[in-house]
């Protein structure tokens, strides 16, 4: 049988480490791990997006992206021929962004936002994960190597300004019920985790390893 290829995105400021955790069946999976790349001067989403695809090297992959990651896997669909994609902690379309982020749209507040101060990982990890990460902030500073400014100004106007409106029906959408980031009463159809917060896929990863094989493979 030919084994599915699975590619991984991670999420804001996050590398591939973040995935340390996730096993799939070596007999029915191959992974792989994507990176996020500084992005070009003027460089728009759908842009990077394509820049990005360019990485995944088999037809009809399966994409798998975390947070900011499931974003850009959805935008990343349009360039290739995915048997599925599937976002764990993320949003399917703008519609599912908290009020915070729909006000920093209309005021333009993320623009404001000092990312010359979050580059320091205790910052960048309060930023990104939520005050509650700061007690384990060890474990996490190896997961956030992305500190450069240009790529993380890029990256939060990116997120707040996605225009999506109309979720793709065909995103498998995981989703933890305690995510402080994009909080559960705003998400829409999703597979919801118990006790699951914007981290789970370095807290729930005995979850996601047991149910995202079935998940991946279910028609």
């Not at 101060?117 to 994960?129: D, G, M, P, S, W």
């Not at 998400?187 to 149910?211: A, E, F």
Request: proline letters at 5%; one cysteine or more.
């Amino acid at each position: 049988m030919e084994k599915i290829s699975v590619y991984f995105m991670p999420g804001l400021a996050a590398n591939a480490s973040i995935f340390e955790r996730i096993s799939l069946p070596a007999d029915q999976f191959d992974t792989y791990f994507m990176e996020w790349e500084i992005p070009l001067d003027n460089e728009t989403l759908s842009e990077y997006a394509q820049r990005i695809s360019k990485k995944v090297t088999h037809k009809n992959p399966v994409l798998v992206g975390v947070s900011f990651g499931g974003i850009l896997v959805q935008e990343m669909a349009q360039f290739l021929n995915p048997s599925k994609i599937i976002i764990i902690s993320s949003v399917k379309s703008n519609l599912e962004f908290p009020t915070a982020f729909k006000l920093a749209k209309q005021t333009k507040a993320y623009k404001l936002i000092p990312t010359s101060l979050i580059e320091n990982v205790y910052n960048l990890a309060k930023f990104t994960f939520g005050e509650k990460v700061i007690k384990r902030l060890k474990l996490y500073q190896m997961f956030l190597t992305v500190r450069d400014k240009k790529y993380l100004d890029w990256s939060i106007e990116k997120i707040i300004l996605w225009d999506r409106k109309k979720a793709d029906p065909n995103v498998v959408h995981i989703h933890g019920d305690a995510d402080e980031v994009f909080p559960i009463k705003y998400i829409q159809d999703c597979i919801v985790v118990k006790g699951g917060t914007h981290i789970m896929i370095l807290t729930k990863y005995k979850w996601i390893n047991v149910n995202l094989p079935k998940i991946i493979i279910e028609k």
